[in-house]
């Protein structure tokens, strides 16, 4: 795309710096918070299509019974911070060489700064069968809200059987999702005495439960004491719903693939994830599709007035709405550090937090940063199931999202990595 007279100038009046957000999701609502709560002058707008935005962390909760959809929901509307633009529509190409993005109302837009946050592609076409089954046969999953809440209708019904939980290849969003759901329904399924006539299998991509070795052993004994199967290197390819069949990919340890399929009563399907294709099509991203940004001071590593974060760029942290909170502070300085021509003054760690749901009431907050590290927010050993850390779950992070991240609030939980 060329630069032409259809595109839209930057700045809305003379000497006003535009920041364009693309993404109205956790990541862009509140670095345009934290930008607006800096620089009150700024002329700052978000592209986003979507009428509704959803507290994902809340989406295992609806799939448990525990929160209602509508407890994570709120109109987009309303999160817009004052003064900031909302452009209703979506970002269908990136030129960052001309400082352009193309608009799907035909519109081309100028920046002078890009904070590129679309989030990342859930791509249910790539098993088999899946779109035409999920949300009826037995077939969910707590990766949609609509799904989520059919989640929790046939844990419900559950009357004994198979129940399937799949998980693909990392990265995708919240690492240790595909799993929560599966404790939370076995403990379920103990309190009403059918945990005896169930069988469950956890069928995962990869050859460990979780990333991070030091939190394997407490998710280890959850699924002993649950008397889970854990079947390593399963790859769901596809699903026949009416047949309750689903078909695994199954790798050896030589990585000889055969097909394995497996009959169920329950699924619950975790797609794969990737970049978005405007992302993976755009000069912003990098070989594997995410946007190309320096791991510690968040801006792209080719074009000096991008920066990304969230979901969709190429950091290694876990995908959390956790690490967008710490992610935020640091492109909001760095990007008014650019403005002035200043060297970066802050740096990510690469924290990302997982507060994995061993039962109900029962969570082992996991949280860590770049290379494994273990980065915990309180001095208690995060290995412990504790009640306390489900209060955190279900009433301080909600709150602490709606109520304080979205508006650039500016409480500063530290992390710091301890030994135990
Ligand atoms: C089931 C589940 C459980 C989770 N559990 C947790 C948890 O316990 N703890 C935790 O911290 N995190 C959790 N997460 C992850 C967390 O919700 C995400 O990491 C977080 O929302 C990422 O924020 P984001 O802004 O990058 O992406 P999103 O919040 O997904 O926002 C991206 C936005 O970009 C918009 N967009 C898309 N394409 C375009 C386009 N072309 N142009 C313009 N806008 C576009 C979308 O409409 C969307 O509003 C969970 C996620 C899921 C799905």
Redesign the pocket.
């Known amino acids: 795309m060329s630069k032409s007279s259809a595109v839209v100038a930057p700045g809305n009046g003379p000497g006003l710096t535009r920041v364009i957000i693309?993404?109205?999701?956790?990541?862009?609502i509140t670095v345009a918070a934290e930008l607006k709560r800096h620089m009150a002058g700024l002329d700052v707008a978000i592209?986003?299509?979507?009428e509704a935005?959803?507290?994902?962390?809340g989406?295992?909760l609806v799939g448990a019974g525990v929160f209602t959809r509508r407890q994570t929901e709120r109109m987009e509307r309303s999160l817009i911070p004052e003064g900031v633009t909302w452009i209703k529509?979506?970002?269908?190409a990136f030129d960052p060489d001309h400082n352009v993005v193309s608009l799907s109302d035909g519109r081309a837009l100028g920046y002078d700064y890009l904070v590129a946050?679309?989030?990342?592609k859930i791509d249910w076409d790539a098993i088999q069968g899946l779109k035409e089954t999920l949300g009826k046969n037995g077939v969910c999953s707590?990766?949609r809200a609509d799904t989520?809440e059919y989640t929790w209708r046939l844990i419900q019904g559950f009357q004994g059987g198979t129940a399937l939980f799949s998980q693909p290849a990392m990265p995708i969003?919240?690492a240790?999702?595909p799993q929560k759901i599966m404790y939370m329904m076995a403990d379920h399924l103990r309190r009403r005495g059918r945990l005896d006539s169930s069988k469950l299998k956890f069928c995962l991509a990869g050859e460990a439960l979780f990333g991070v070795p030091f939190f394997v052993p407490p998710l280890q004994t959850a699924v002993d004491d649950y008397g889970i199967d854990v079947c390593y290197r399963h790859n769901l390819i596809a699903i026949n719903g009416p047949a309750k069949a689903a078909l695994f990919s199954v790798t050896d340890k030589d990585g000889v693939a055969r097909d394995v399929e497996m009959r169920f009563d329950m699924i619950h399907v975790v797609p794969p994830q990737t970049g978005?294709d405007?992302v993976r099509e755009s000069p912003l991203a990098n070989a594997a599709g995410w946007i190309e940004v320096d791991q510690a001071t968040l801006r792209h590593v080719r074009y000096e007035n991008v920066f990304s974060?969230?979901?969709?760029a190429s950091t290694t942290n876990a995908?959390?709405?956790?690490?967008?909170r710490l992610q935020s502070p640091v492109v909001v300085a760095n990007l008014l550090a650019a403005m002035q021509g200043k060297a970066m003054p802050k740096s990510y760690d690469g924290y990302?937090?997982?507060?994995l749901t061993v039962a109900l009431g029962k969570i082992v907050l996991a949280e860590f940063a770049y290379g494994g590290k273990v980065t915990p927010s309180f001095p208690l050993d995060p290995r412990v199931p504790r009640k306390s850390m489900w209060y955190l779950?279900t009433k301080f992070?909600p709150w602490l999202y709606w109520s304080h991240m979205l508006k650039g609030g500016t409480i500063d939980i530290r992390h710091r990595e301890r030994g135990w």
């Open positions: 693309v993404g109205g999701g956790a990541a862009g592209v986003e299509p979507s935005h959803s507290y994902q962390p989406w295992t529509a979506a970002v269908t946050c679309p989030g990342l707590n990766y989520a969003k919240c240790g999702a978005l405007v974060l969230g979901d969709a995908k959390t709405a956790a690490a967008v990302g937090s997982c507060p779950k992070l």
